[in-house]
């Protein structure tokens, strides 16, 4: 009860003693707003992964025939959800007059696609059909359509990094031109061999697509597997893929669900398309997670070298929170001495500063807490008062791949920064602590 | 002399003053390290797109390219203030390395490699014909071929050190390149007839810009040829930029301005419409949106350091607070001996400006030290650890940067100086205000 009295008493009447609580309030929203905005950012990353190709992914190291059954095949595993095939090939499109961008083709079965991505949210045009997503296009019935994305048809504003969704729209119904390529069987003086064959397609963009992730909205150009296979394999039948994009049922364990994707792609392998043990051992099973480890890893990497850095600089809380206990103890000798002649022992007094410094660093991390998750909450709308204001677009999709700042608080990070915060605190109270349990109160009290 | 002696005193006597010097020198320290990476990181990435680009562009960002650029360059040529000058070419295209079964998306640029290399920092970029740039384009093992440069990233992979592994000689490889050839006014230029020109050229050497995103997606090829592959050779010449470089004397903006000068007048004999798209820019202006995200980050990084800068303000504040308190015996003899108030506000200023020197003084020797070692330091953390500050596999970063830039370093120890007298005005002016008859009497001694 005393000690809660003098802590009070302190807090009210010793002013300096906010300012450690700011400073340990300052250091802990630092701290937090960086892991949860780094944080925020790897998963988004990760996340953009499993948005684009699934949970799992399949890729042989040679395309592939016959992959309808393959599907049915995966599909008949209890872990998958689902599965579709791509073909991909890069390209340039010419999409009028001096535009002409160089782009990745995805050959995607919209309907399957959708259950494996939900990849639907994403069309501009189509996002709130309840019908399944269609190459279809209104103006040129017969046509091959396509989609592309959305950096592909326009440039976000320079100063805004907004897109002009007005003259998007305009450009659905459009026709563009793709050359592409791919690997054919061909006869060259006299020898057969495979040999790369330059492809000329037209098409008419059916629907946008914008998914925030500016790589995948800047590069990508999707046509229908069945007619991009025709026109870059034309002499091939069956059903060619180079990778298959798997969604897991939400109860599946992943490392069982990927040996038994394994295990059905060497048999189909073996069985179906005739392939050597080395050839189909050469194919990756691996979560689309797995796919952007190494960038996670490095990105994980420069998280923990800024928390390094700001960890060495909130060292410095602990000073200051020693500077103003000592301060404190330096000051209140006489309170000390009176709790001790009372028969305080000087354990007690030890811990009454001790506790203080808890109850700081409490109170600091608490509200540092408040302060970290109000910021990263709010990072979009910081951002966008900077511009305002400054003029300075801080944040931009094509450095940072992201139209909006991933901006989910980590708790699983705060909480142990909270930790030790208070941690800090009373190690910073420790010192000031022992000299106020080494005071004599004889010394203090006596009349001269 | 007081002035002189009790700061120093009370500096290394008391105790509490290392712990403001503790902190003012952790914090320069911090600063100091990661400035000194961040300025160096930027300075050689500008650096690098400075060479790259030369010293002023004119152009278009349209492929179409713009006409007449032929006789600008006469104009040009005629100016005293202008060292080098190189037209080129930039479009996308598909290149198909020969025996291959996979393409990639790539941007060409042609250029004449001589002029080019007066222009700018191509020549230093190449490998195998580093010392004679004349022979970029004409591979070693047929100089009859039509060669190509490419881009080190897309040609050779990076070890964990960042280094590339070059064969001794160029391998003879065949790249089908394709595009395609637009109409001045941008429609396809063989619309209905196969819409693309492919040509085939040999690969005869690597350029290694520095800057990952040129090096992972730039080929090189001779300008006439990929003028005629982007149909920029008909039914008017084209070009899609002009690359300039300054004598030593011209200062960038005002040779930026002067060739600005002679592009309005080109135009205006030219007629109106036909040259709009086409911009006079600085190396600075062309490259801003990749060298704006760098300067940001610094930005950000400046904005962090200076709350770091607030709470070694706070410390200093209350340890001066402290040292005031128990000193308040010596600030009652002075006043009583005739000291101003100004003087003893200035004795206390005196010793806060003390603990930032020497403060600042020992966190840039720790900095200086630090990044002295610091690559070797990072190779030790390699070797044991696997630890490296950047993975060299993904980023095209050589070493740390360690260069202190003096400027930088004067404004931290300044700011670290400022820090301290901040942090130290409230105490000292109490201790001013502080009345030697109520300091000095029986019951306070």
């Keep these: ?16 003693v906010l300012l450690s609580i700011a400073a340990v309030a300052l250091s802990c929203s630092l701290l937090i707003v960086v892991t949860s905005l780094f944080n925020s950012f790897i998963n988004a990353f990760e996340q953009s992964a499993v948005e684009t190709m699934g949970d799992v992914v399949l890729t042989p190291p040679i395309k592939f025939t016959n992959y309808p059954m393959l599907i049915e095949r995966l599909e008949g595993l209890g872990a998958v959800e689902a599965a579709t095939a791509t073909i991909s090939a890069p390209g340039l499109v010419h999409l009028g007059k001096g535009n002409v961008r160089a782009v990745i083709i995805w050959g995607i079965e ?11 949210r994403f069309l501009l045009k189509q996002k709130d059909s309840a019908t399944a997503p269609s190459f279809a296009t209104d103006s040129a019935t017969g046509k091959l359509g396509g989609f592309v994305g959305v950096g592909v048809v326009a440039e976000p504003d320079e100063k805004t990094d907004e897109y002009d969704f007005g003259e998007i729209e305009k450009m659905m119904g459009k026709r563009a031109v793709l050359t592409t390529g791919a690997a054919v069987e061909s006869r060259v003086d006299d020898k057969r061999g495979r040999q790369f064959k330059r ?31 025709k026109i870059l394999y034309p002499n091939e039948e069956g059903g060619i893929a180079d990778q298959i994009q798997i969604k897991l049922t939400n109860d599946a364990q992943t490392d069982a669900a990927m040996a038994q994707i394994r295990g059905v792609w060497e ?101 540092g807490a408040v302060l970290g998750y109000a910021v990263t909450k709010n990072i979009n709308a910081i951002e966008e008062w900077i511009r305002v204001i400054f003029g300075l677009k801080l944040w931009k999709s094509s450095v940072y ?15 142990p920064i909270i930790f030790f915060a208070v941690a800090a605190a009373v190690v910073g109270a420790l010192i000031p602590a022992v000299v106020a349990a080494r005071t004599e109160p004889v010394n203090i009290l006596r009349y001269e | 002399m007081y002035k002189v002696i009790l700061p120093f005193r009370y500096l290394f006597k008391k105790r509490i003053s290392y712990l403001a010097l503790v902190a003012v020198a952790l914090c320069v320290f911090i600063v100091v390290v990661v400035m000194t990476v961040m300025t160096g990181l930027v300075r050689d990435f500008k650096q690098k797109n400075h060479s790259f680009v030369g010293d002023c562009v004119v152009g278009t960002e349209s492929l179409v390219g713009f006409s007449y650029y032929e006789d600008f360059m006469k104009v040009l040529e005629q100016a005293d203030f202008i060292e080098g000058l190189s037209a080129a070419i930039k479009n996308y295209a598909l290149i198909n390395p020969k025996g291959s079964q996979r393409s990639v998306g790539v941007e060409i640029m042609g250029i004449d490699p001589v002029r080019h290399s007066e222009a700018t920092g191509f020549g230093e970029t190449l490998h195998y014909s580093k010392s004679d740039v004349s022979r970029t384009f004409k591979p070693s093992y047929d100089p009859n071929l039509a060669g190509c440069v490419v881009g080190i990233d897309l040609w050779l992979g990076r070890d964990a050190k960042g280094q590339y592994t070059y064969a001794a000689k160029p391998e003879r490889q065949a790249l089908g ?20 020109n492919t040509k085939t050229f040999y690969y005869s050497d690597t350029s290694h810009s520095g800057l990952a995103r040129v090096d992972s997606s730039f080929v090189y090829l001779p300008f006439e040829q990929a003028q005629s592959l982007c149909g ?22 005002a040779g930026c301005e002067k060739v600005a000068l002679l592009w309005r007048q080109f135009v205006r004999g030219k007629g109106a419409g036909l040259l709009d798209t086409v911009k006079v820019q600085s190396w600075k202006d062309y490259r801003r949106p990749f060298i704006a995200a760098m300067e940001k980050e610094q930005t950000m990084l400046t904005a962090m350091f200076v709350l770091v ?36 506000l200035l004795l206390f200023l005196c010793f806060a400006f003390w603990v930032g020197v020497f403060g600042s003084a020992i966190g840039a020797a720790a900095g200086w030290q630090f990044l002295v070692h610091i690559n070797q330091i990072e190779n030790w953390l390699f070797e044991h650890f696997e630890f490296q500050l950047w993975d060299r596999t993904i980023y095209a970063i050589g070493d740390i940067p360690n260069t202190i830039d003096l400027e930088v370093l004067a404004v931290i120890i300044v700011s670290a100086i400022g820090a301290c007298l901040a942090g130290a005005l409230i105490p000292s002016w109490q201790a001013a205000r502080q009345k030697p008859v109520e300091i000095l009497q029986v019951t306070q001694l």
């Design chain 2, 309 to 344: 800068g607030v709470t070694t303000v706070f410390i200093v504040l209350v340890v001066f607070y402290m040292i005031i308190s128990h000193k308040s015996k010596d600030i009652g003899v002075l006043k009583s001996v005739g000291i101003s108030n100004s003087n003893i």
């Design chain 1, 110 to 120: 919209p309907g399957r696609r959708q259950k494996v991505t939900g990849f639907k």
């Design chain 1, 401 to 415: 791949m992201f139209s909006k700042i991933p901006n989910e608080v980590d708790w699983a990070w705060a909480l």
């Design chain 2, 177 to 196: 390149v394709s595009c395609f050839p637009l109409t001045p006014k941008g429609a396809l230029a063989k619309a209905g007839a196969g819409e693309v």
């Design chain 2, 232 to 253: 920029m050779d008909r039914p008017v010449k084209r070009a899609s930029w002009l690359h300039i470089k300054f004598g030593p004397n011209v200062k960038p903006e």
């Design chain 1, 267 to 367: 048999e189909f392998a073996e069985k179906q398309l005739g392939w050597g043990s080395y050839l189909i051992s050469q194919a990756e099973v691996s979560t689309s997670k797995q796919m952007q480890s190494q960038y996670a890893a490095e990105l994980r990497k420069q998280m923990g070298v800024l928390l390094f850095i700001f960890g060495v600089i909130s060292l410095t809380v602990v000073v200051l929170v020693f500077c103003i206990f000592y301060m404190i103890v330096e000051t209140r000798q006489k309170d000390i001495a009176v709790i001790r002649s009372c028969g305080a022992s000087g354990g007690a007094v030890a811990l009454t500063f001790v506790g203080f410094g808890a109850c700081v660093g409490i109170i600091g991390s608490v509200l």
């Design chain 1, 1 to 16: 009860m005393l000690n809660l009295f003098l802590w009070l008493r302190y807090l009210r009447k010793k002013k300096i």
């Design chain 1, 199 to 229: 492809r000329v397609l037209p098409f008419t963009i059916a629907d946008v697509l914008f998914t925030g992730m500016y790589y995948v909205d800047e590069k990508f150009v999707y046509l229908p597997i069945e007619q991009l296979q």
